[in-house]
T-cell receptor, first 113, second 114 residues
């Protein structure tokens, strides 16, 4: 199995630009999670999906952040417009119903200048 | 509400020495508990998990953890640390009311000296 795939691995952009992060979960997994990791705040859950439906987006910091899951094998996290304080590592993870453990992708390191 | 506490922010051990990383949880029922490891620049990798049954669970890379209900603890251990074990370690618990929503501790950074 290829594991959770994220792209790009690194993204550098200027303040005000739109950023789109991509994730492909493990085949057959029906839960998908987006996390953000910073030194100050640690690992934060932003949003998660079950069977492509957003279940809990209470961790999304503000309206500039949006996430979609158009099908079982693809999800995006979009930031528009981006700000320097969005600089962080963004992780995608997936899990199988009833299994609880989550499998993480390698992350996308976002730098907003 | 569930919570996870990792009281040690940073631990340094010598290569070959034993290791114990502490994790305490707050949860009313029997929890589902996990340990993850994050090497620099990498994602989180699952080391081991506890759902029920035998309170001593074995994981990958020679790690084990023991669930102690009386102490609300799930400490991670390794008898002999290798330099490649230097990483950040996270304890996590499944959050109440949602099937797969994990609550993570703040992590313990392990440094290994040669």
């Amino acid at each position: 199995d290829a594991g959770v795939i994220q792209s790009p691995r690194h993204e550098v952009t200027e303040m005000g630009q739109e950023v789109t992060l991509r994730c492909k979960p493990i085949s057959g997994h029906d839960y998908l999670f987006w996390y953000r990791q910073t030194m100050m705040r640690g690992l934060e859950l932003l949003i998660y999906f079950n069977n492509n439906v957003p279940i809990d987006d209470s961790g999304m910091p503000e309206d500039r952040f949006s996430a979609k899951m158009p099908n079982a094998s693809f999800s995006t996290l979009k930031i528009q417009p981006s700000e320097p304080r969005d600089s962080a590592v963004y992780f995608c993870a997936s899990s199988l119903r009833g299994r609880y453990e989550q499998y993480f992708g390698p992350g996308t390191r976002l730098t907003v200048t | 509400a569930q919570s996870v506490t990792q009281p040690d922010i940073h631990i340094t051990v010598s290569e070959g020495a034993s290791l114990e990383l502490r994790c305490n949880y707050s949860y009313g029922a029997t929890p589902y508990l996990f340990w993850y490891v994050q090497s620099p620049g990498q994602g989180l990798q699952l080391l081991l998990k506890y759902f029920s049954g035998d309170t001593l669970v074995q994981g990958i890379k020679g790690f084990e953890a023991e669930f102690k209900r009386s102490q609300s603890s799930f400490n991670l251990r390794k008898p002999s640390v290798h330099w490649s074990d230097a990483a950040e370690y996270f304890c996590a618990v499944v959050r109440t009311g949602t099937a797969s929503k994990l609550t993570f501790g703040t992590g313990t950074r392990l440094q290994v000296t040669l």
